[in-house]
T-cell receptor, first 114, second 118 residues
Framework: GENVEQHPSTLSVQEGDSAVIKCTYS??????FPWYKQELGKGPQLIID?????GEKKDQRIAVTLNKTAKHFSLHITETQPEDSAVYFC?????????????FGQGTRLTINP | DTGVSQNPRHKITKRGQNVTFRCDPI?????LYWYRQTLGQGPEFLTY????????KSRLLSDRFSAERPKGSFSTLEIQRTEQGDSAMYLC????????????????FGPGTRLTVT
């Protein structure tokens, strides 16, 4: 089955700098890759996603890139702000007919230092 | 608020007791998912429904766990004879299945129910 690895597990950056979180997946048939932000005591919040037919997607300060050949995808946050501090999860969805489950990475705790 | 809602938000129970959680998906979302999240880990898939049909179950869903979605709207997750290893956050998510051949994959999560088994 699908396996998703996420790095780093913790990341600390200065406010205003950029942050990059990377994930690799094992199933080359996976076709959907969302990123979630989870704050303490809350459920995961979908912040951006990308499908396998697209190489890059951007939404204001956040962007996601996908390299299907290498089977990895990355989250980029620019001009970081204190409110970006949270745990971020990547996930992948397989393409088997009827399969809808997301397989998540282990998470990255991002801390933005003022 | 039109997001996914879950009740209760917290549940403390003694080992061996049964517990039931409820999830109300986003209105008109016909797919509903249950995940479990332990401390420091990403969510792990348990099961999902399309309308009232349970279409996929994880091996994590032992015979002590049962999920229902009788009318294709809200869902319940019951755990019988709880064990300390069941302590976790139980998350519900919903999405809209594709219409007209167009698939939508976005899953939106609720706030979760935190279960503590003592």
């Amino acid at each position: 089955g699908e396996n998703v690895e996420q790095h780093p597990s913790t990341l600390s950056v200065q406010e205003g700098d950029s942050a990059v979180i990377k994930c690799t997946y094992s199933d080359s048939a996976s076709n959907y890759f969302p990123w979630y932000k989870q704050e303490l005591g809350k459920g995961p919040q979908l912040i951006i996603d990308i499908r396998s037919n697209v190489g890059e997607k951007k939404d204001q300060r956040i962007a996601v890139t996908l390299n299907k050949t290498a089977k990895h995808f990355s989250l980029h946050i620019t001009e970081t702000q204190p409110e970006d501090s949270a745990v971020y999860f990547c996930a992948a969805k397989g393409r088997i007919q009827g399969a809808q489950k997301l397989v998540f990475g282990q998470g990255t705790r991002l801390t933005i230092n003022p | 608020d039109t997001g996914v809602s879950q009740n209760p938000r917290h549940k403390i129970t003694k080992r061996g007791q049964n517990v039931t959680f409820r999830c109300d998906p986003i209105s008109e979302h016909n797919r509903l998912y249950w995940y479990r999240q332990t401390l420091g880990q990403g969510p792990e898939f348990l099961t999902y429904f399309q309308n009232e049909a349970q279409l996929e179950k994880s091996r994590l869903l032992s015979d002590r766990f049962s999920a229902e979605r009788p009318k294709g709207s809200f869902s319940t997750l019951e755990i019988q004879r709880t064990e300390q290893g069941d302590s976790a956050m139980y998350l519900c998510a919903s999405s809209l299945a594709g219409r007209g051949g167009i698939s939508t994959y976005e899953q939106y999560f609720g706030p979760g129910t935190r279960l503590t088994v003592t």
